[in-house]
């Protein structure tokens, strides 16, 4: 019997736009305070793109960091994933604006849409791709500014997004499993409580829906919380299941970075100490689809996880979507 195609990490990179926005910044374009915001989410900072800057160059930034650690020319790469929720245009894709960037052609190039838990969901994606042998390498990238689609005059949500993009470059290997696991989790019937109204075809952009603000994001805050907690939880102890591996044998969380108190119920219901918890939300905000990518690219350079360590990395988002992961750097 043939051996199982396995999937091999070769690096990972990130891209953060300079400009950066603090919560005293925030004190003065609504009412809001650094107290309100650090204790109520666990957020000090966030980048936020500059006018020019699209998704897709935030999403080159990354990739081209991802290329150099994985020291793989792009010409090796035969298919890109991207995951966002703002992309460059409604279509064509951001894949495709980053397939040009990168000077590549002819190699098949999409976005995906899970929102926060888009970059696992493209985990799964790439995974089976290269276990089947349909493609070899793939970049999968997360992306996202959410600065382009926040209400600023909306307390409720302004101080909680920022932008960025992370990447990962992921081949074929007879030897390596390094995504040993992914369990991914929707359910369409909490789709009032996160999404954006306006620009498909429920409202279509006109005068009234730009003055509405119906292309900005809408967030229950209080109901999204309080799903997220058990989807987590679930995301995380399903991928471990499936991984064969037990917590103990983990050696970082990577949690989705949409709220302190919610990474520390998660931790707490897993039974995972806040010290195997790996947190940047403080200088990132949430950045949706970049967020487990850039906070996994972090924790290796910063080398809270070493090679050959394992992780879980989990998320949830507007969907209701989420997934769990466990990986080995
Ligand atoms: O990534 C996708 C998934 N997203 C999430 O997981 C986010 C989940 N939700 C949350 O993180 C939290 O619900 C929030 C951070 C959004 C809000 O925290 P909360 O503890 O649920 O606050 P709340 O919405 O219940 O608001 C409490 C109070 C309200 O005032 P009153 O009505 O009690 O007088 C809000 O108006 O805090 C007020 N408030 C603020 N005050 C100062 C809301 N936003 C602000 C603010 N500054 N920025």
Redesign the pocket.
């Known amino acids: 019997m043939n051996k199982k195609t396995g999937v091999k990490i070769l690096g990972t990179g990130s891209y953060f736009p300079k400009k950066i926005l603090t919560n005293a910044d925030?004190e003065k374009m609504?009412?809001?305070?650094d107290e309100?915001?650090t204790t109520?989410?666990g957020m000090k900072e966030r980048h936020i793109a500059a006018p020019e800057e699209v998704t897709s160059d935030l999403a080159l930034g990354a990739s081209l960091e991802a290329l150099k650690a994985a020291k793989i020319d792009a010409s090796q790469i035969d298919l890109i994933l991207v995951s966002t929720i703002t992309s460059d245009m409604f279509f064509p894709t951001t894949a495709c604006y980053l397939q040009t960037k990168l000077g590549l052609k002819d190699i098949p190039a999409y976005d995906l849409l899970a929102?926060?838990s888009g970059f696992i969901y493209g985990l799964a994606n790439a995974k089976a791709y290269i276990e089947s042998g349909m493609y070899k390498t793939i970049l999968l990238v997360g992306a996202d500014i959410l600065s382009r689609i926040t209400d600023w005059t909306d307390?409720?949500?302004?101080?909680?997004f920022g932008d960025g993009a992370g990447a990962i470059v992921l081949t074929a290997s007879e030897e390596d499993d390094d995504i040993v696991s992914v369990s991914l989790g929707a359910d369409g019937s909490y789709s009032p409580l996160?999404y954006m109204y306006g620009g498909g075809s429920v409202c279509p952009a006109t005068a009234e829906s730009v003055a509405a603000k119906h292309h900005t994001m809408t967030?229950h805050?209080?109901e999204?919380?309080r799903n997220?907690v058990p989807k987590m939880v679930l995301a995380a102890e399903q991928a471990l299941e499936k991984s064969g591996k037990k917590l103990e044998d983990i050696k970082l969380f990577i949690p989705?970075q949409?709220?302190m108190?919610?990474i520390e119920a998660v931790a707490k219901k897993l039974n995972i100490p806040m010290d195997s918890v790996f947190i940047n939300i403080h200088k990132t905000g949430?950045i949706?689809s970049a967020?487990t990518i850039t906070a996994l690219d972090e924790a290796i350079k910063t080398g809270k996880i070493k090679k050959g360590e394992l992780a879980v990395l989990v998320a949830?988002?507007?969907g209701f979507t989420w997934g769990g992961a466990v990986i080995r750097v």
């Open positions: 925030l609504v009412d809001t305070n309100w915001i109520r989410t929102a926060c307390r409720n949500t302004c101080v909680l996160l967030m805050g209080k999204v919380f997220a989705h949409a709220n108190r919610i949430n949706s967020t949830f988002g507007g």
